[in-house]
């Protein structure tokens, strides 16, 4: 691979630019608006900077990758020569279908389209292209710089070829793909959404509060992080979003977020990127 653009410089998006610029590709960074793109900017100048003090990498490594990452607000500059393509706009089908059509039509001929979707259907978002074949799910964990796994969707219609690249191109990252069939939410988000949603009505119930709901799961199961940190980490709007479109699609009681959710995602506690989440809501006492 030589030439990676991702679409939508959030935390994803930034972070998984990050990584293909670490791996030596160049990256076209492409958003809406430069103010996003210079938050995104600053957020991977932010990773990097860590990475130095750790002494993973030199000052001068940390220079190079940054400047393999050309942010951009102009998608015909960002994709018109690129390989391969990661979209991480947000989770609403509505919003991803328009840009993967203009993608398509911009995109040269042997250009793959991945996108990062947490729960739709890669089916219903390749419809939008006329490259089916062509199209997969490329699903990256958050923190991108620290989450091994990659879940590759395969949909009825990702031919072998694409799915051999994209494993390929995952392991160029570091990262370890793992193939799975289309279905909503895959493999991973079925059971931590499950899981999440059970915490959110153990705390609607007031049964314990958010901390020791967290304390539980990581002194019982050893997870490293609490459902909540968890929800704080990828930010509770996109937990909602996810859920919602699982729940759609499926209809099963088990995905229907818990109405405590919505009322934080409106009330603006979404986790880190807000600065405020569900500990401050919620707090211990
Ligand atoms: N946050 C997580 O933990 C996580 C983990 C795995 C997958 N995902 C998935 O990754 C995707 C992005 O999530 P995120 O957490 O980075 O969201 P985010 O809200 O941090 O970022 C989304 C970005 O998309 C940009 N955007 C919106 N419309 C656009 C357009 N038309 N063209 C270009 N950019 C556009 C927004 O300006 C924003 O910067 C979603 O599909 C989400 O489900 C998220």
């Not at 942010?71 to 991480?88: F, L, S």
């Not at 990256?140 to 994209?166: C, G, Q, Y």
Request: glycine share 8%; hydrophobic share 45%.
């Amino acid at each position: 691979m030589t030439k990676v653009c991702v679409v939508g410089a959030g935390t994803m998006g930034s972070g998984i630019a990050q990584a293909v610029a670490q791996s030596g590709c160049d990256v076209a960074m492409l958003d809406v608006k430069q103010d996003v793109l210079d938050r995104g900017l600053g957020g991977i100048n932010g990773s990097l900077g860590r990475m130095v003090k750790k002494g993973t990498i030199q000052q001068a490594d940390a220079d190079r990758i940054l400047a393999r990452v050309k942010a951009t607000t102009d998608m015909r500059k960002a994709a018109e020569d690129a390989d391969y393509v990661i979209e991480a706009v947000f989770e609403r089908a509505d919003v991803k279908q328009p840009v993967l059509r203009q993608l398509d039509e911009i995109c040269p001929e042997r250009t793959i389209l991945a996108s990062n979707t947490s729960s739709i259907p890669i089916s219903l978002l390749s419809s939008a292209t006329k490259r089916p074949d062509r199209f997969i799910g490329m699903h990256f964990f958050n923190p991108v710089a620290m989450m091994r796994l990659i879940e590759v969707v395969k949909s009825l219609l990702t031919s072998d070829e694409t799915v051999r690249v994209s494993v390929e191109f995952g392991k160029s990252l570091g990262k370890e793909p793992v193939v799975v069939k289309d279905s909503p939410g895959f493999v991973a988000n079925r059971i931590i959404n499950a899981a999440g949603n059970e915490a959110l009505r153990i705390l609607q119930e007031n049964l314990a509060d958010a901390e020791d709901i967290d304390k539980i799961c990581k002194l019982a199961f050893n997870w490293p992080i609490g459902p909540f940190e968890m929800i704080d980490l990828a930010g509770a709007d996109v937990v909602l979003d996810m859920a919602d479109s699982i729940y759609q699609q499926t209809g099963w009681e088990r995905y229907k977020a818990a109405p405590i959710l919505r009322r934080v995602v409106e009330s603006g506690y979404v986790g880190r990127k807000a600065g405020k989440g569900i500990y401050n809501l919620f707090p211990k006492g």
